[in-house]
């Protein structure tokens, strides 16, 4: 099992395998995604302001085969599976535990980045083009061209992971960018943790729900009034001393 070869992911193992069995089935259209690109879509997903269900997320990775997305749906244990790895992914991004360079190690002698981590890298920008207007409106509401900026920074990061050949292409020196490998990846690292702590604090400023106001039901006290017990006293002589 390819989930068992990805130390950050090891609290999720279990619920993990099971995915990684469904995903990797002869029954599974070609273009189904791949365990990896499944959990970057994943972390994408977390991460988002918000507008896409689970059941979105899971289309886009079943590549909208109907009869996967129907067992999805039916299948309690990997129901429950995903569930659980959406929950254990979120844990994981909260303690800033994902490790790259730990999940996919690179070769001293590569040139380009490991495949398996392109397709998580492909896995999120695919999940992240479904929120795109979330992303957009949250940085229009946050009205900060710096906030703009650093978004679309952080996506090009991971891009350039995702689609290595089109970085090189488009790179002035592609030897430099092929010999600095390991520091893009801790670059793309940086960037997915970014875009959680962003989505995430957005997430709870939105689903924050103010305590009402403290109204008084009944009229307050003087010191020097009667007492509400009906001594005939004044309250500070009776029930307010």
Not at 112 to 124: K, L, S
Request: glycine residues 6%.
């Amino acid at each position: 099992m390819t989930s068992q070869a990805l130390p950050s992911y090891q609290a999720i193992l279990e619920p993990l395998t099971i995915i990684d069995s469904f995903l990797s089935s002869e029954q599974r259209d070609e273009g189904c995604y791949s365990l990896d690109k499944t959990l970057g879509a994943m972390v994408a997903h977390i991460s988002s302001p918000g507008g896409c269900s689970d059941l979105d997320l899971v289309e886009l990775v079943f590549n909208g085969e109907d009869a996967a997305t129907a067992l999805w749906v039916t299948d309690e244990a990997l129901n429950v599976a995903w569930s659980q790895v959406l929950t254990g992914l979120r844990t994981l991004m909260e303690d800033e535990a994902l490790a790259f360079a730990n999940d996919y190690p690179i070769p001293a002698e590569a040139t380009e980045p490991p495949e398996r981590m392109q397709q998580w890298c492909e896995g999120y920008l695919h999940r992240f083009q479904l929120s795109e207007p979330d992303w957009r409106s949250v940085v229009e509401e946050l009205g900060e061209a710096k906030i703009a900026e650093e978004v679309q920074s952080a996506l090009s990061v991971i891009a350039t992971y995702a689609d290595w050949q089109l970085a090189l292409e488009s790179a002035e020196e592609p030897e430099v960018l092929q010999s600095n490998l390991h520091d893009v990846q801790k670059a793309v690292e940086h960037a997915v943790h970014m875009l959680f702590t962003l989505g995430s604090t957005v997430q709870r400023f939105e689903n924050y729900e103010p305590h009402e106001p403290f109204i008084r039901e009944t009229e307050k006290v003087g010191r020097n009034d009667p007492c509400v017990c009906g001594s005939g006293k004044k309250y500070k002589k009776c029930c307010g001393r």
